[in-house]
T-cell receptor, first 114, second 113 residues
Framework: DAGVIQSPRHEVTEMGQEVTLRCKPI?????LFWYRQTMMRGLELLIY????????DSGMPEDRFSAKMPNASFSTLKIQPSEPRDSAVYFC????????????FGNGTRLTVT | AQSVAQPEDQVNVAEGNPLTVKCTYS??????LFWYVQYPNRGLQFLLK??????LVKGSYGFEAEFNKSQTSFHLKKPSALVSDSALYFC???????????FGAGTTVTVRA
């Protein structure tokens, strides 16, 4: 299995631009999670999906952030407009529909907003 | 509500010595506990988990963790640390009522040769 695949690995953009991060979960996994990692705040859960349906988006910081999962094999996290404080590493993770199943993480997208 | 505390930002040990990384948790129901390791510029890798049963859980790369319900702790241990164990370690908890996984702040482990 190729694992969770995220793209791009690095993204550098200017303030005000739209940014789209992409994720392909492990085939057969029912749950998909988006996390953000920063030195100051550690790992924060932004949103998670079950069977392509958003279950909890309470961690999404602002209306500038949106996430979609149009099908079982693809999800996007969009920031519009981006701001310097959005600079972070964004991780996607997926898991099976079993309460004791661990999350499997992608290698992340390092976002830098200048 | 669920939360995890990792009281030590850094742990330093000599190679060959035992390694312990501390974790305490708070959940409203039964805890599902996990340890992850993160190497530079990589995602988190699953090490081990506790669900129910034996309080001593064995995982990958020689790591084990001890669940203590009375102390609400789940400390990660390795009897003999390697330089290659140097990394960032995260404890995480799920309370069983939903699939949200909450992470601690992480502990940086440095194993010196």
């Amino acid at each position: 299995d190729a694992g969770v695949i995220q793209s791009p690995r690095h993204e550098v953009t200017e303030m005000g631009q739209e940014v789209t991060l992409r994720c392909k979960p492990i085939s057969g996994h029912d749950y998909l999670f988006w996390y953000r990692q920063t030195m100051m705040r550690g790992l924060e859960l932004l949103i998670y999906f079950n069977n392509n349906v958003p279950i909890d988006d309470s961690g999404m910081p602002e209306d500038r952030f949106s996430a979609k999962m149009p099908n079982a094999s693809f999800s996007t996290l969009k920031i519009q407009p981006s701001e310097p404080r959005d600079s972070a590493v964004y991780f996607c993770a997926s898991s099976l529909h079993v309460i004791n199943s661990p999350l499997h993480f992608g290698n992340g997208t390092r976002l830098t907003v200048t | 509500a669920q939360s995890v505390a990792q009281p030590e930002d850094q742990v330093n040990v000599a190679e060959g010595n035992p390694l312990t990384v501390k974790c305490t948790y708070s959940v409203s129901g039964n805890p599902y506990l996990f340890w992850y390791v993160q190497y530079p510029n990589r995602g988190l890798q699953f090490l081990l988990k506790y669900i129910t049963g034996d309080n001593l859980v064995k995982g990958s790369y020689g790591f084990e963790a001890e669940f203590n319900k009375s102390q609400t702790s789940f400390h990660l241990k390795k009897p003999s640390a390697l330089v290659s164990d140097s990394a960032l370690y995260f404890c995480a908890v799920r309370d069983g009522t939903d699939y949200k996984l909450s992470f601690g702040a992480g502990t940086t482990v440095t194993v010196r040769a």
